[in-house]
C-alpha cells in the first residue's frame, strides 16, 4: 500500500474529526452564553418587577398617613360628628390598597422585606382600632412609621442591591395630630 495515501486518509479523517470537535465545543458554549444570557434578563426582569412592586407599596404606605391622621381628628371630642363617615370612607380605600400592595409584596418581597411590610400594615391598623377606642393623638405614631420606614427602605434597598442612603422621615403638621 502507498503510503502517501494512507497519510492523506489519516490527515482526512483528523481533519474531519477536528471539525465535529470545534462545532460540538462551539455549540456548548453557545448554549452557556445563552442560558447566561436568559438568566441575565430575567434577573434584570425581576429586578424591575421587584421596583414597580415596592415602589407601590411605598404610595399606598405614605397615601394611608394622612386619612389616618384625619380619622384620628375625627374621633376627637369637639370634632362633628359628620367628619367621622367621610374620614372612615378615605381611610377604608387607603387600607384596602394598602392590603392590595402589602399582598402584592409578599409574593416576590424576601422575609426581611415581608416582616417589615407586615409591621407596617399592623401599625396603621392598630392606630386606626386605637382611634374607634377613642385614644388622643400622640407623637408615637409618627416616630413608628418613621422607624419602619427608614427600616423597609433599608430592606428593600438590600434587596434591590442600591446603596442604602438615609430617608427623609414621615412628617405628620401638628394641626393634623
Not at 436568559?38 to 421596583?51: P, T
Request: hydrophobic share 45%.
Amino acid at each position: 500500500m502507498d503510503l502517501g495515501i494512507l497519510i492523506t486518509g489519516i490527515v482526512g479523517v483528523a481533519g474531519i474529526g477536528g471539525t465535529i470537535l470545534a462545532a460540538w465545543m462551539t455549540g456548548r458554549s453557545q448554549t452557556v452564553n445563552l442560558k447566561l444570557s436568559i438568566d441575565a434578563e430575567n434577573d434584570r426582569a425581576n429586578r424591575a418587577e421587584k421596583r414597580r412592586v415596592y415602589a407601590h407599596f411605598h404610595a399606598c404606605f405614605a397615601a394611608v398617613i394622612r386619612p389616618t391622621v384625619m380619622l384620628r381628628a375625627a374621633y376627637q371630642p369637639g370634632a362633628p360628628q359628620a367628619d367621622r363617615v367621610p374620614a372612615e370612607s378615605t381611610l377604608g380605600k387607603a387600607h384596602d390598597a394598602l392590603f392590595e400592595a402589602t399582598g402584592e409584596l409578599m409574593l416576590l418581597a424576601p422575609p426581611p422585606v415581608n416582616e417589615i411590610a407586615e409591621k407596617v400594615l399592623q401599625s396603621v391598623l392598630d392606630y386606626a382600632d386605637a382611634t374607634h377606642a377613642g385614644e388622643p393623638p400622640d407623637d408615637s405614631f409618627a416616630a413608628q412609621l418613621e422607624e419602619l420606614e427608614n427600616s423597609i427602605y433599608s430592606a428593600m434597598r438590600a434587596d434591590l442591591g442600591v446603596p442604602d442612603e438615609p430617608v427623609s422621615p414621615v412628617k405628620i403638621p401638628q394641626s393634623l395630630q
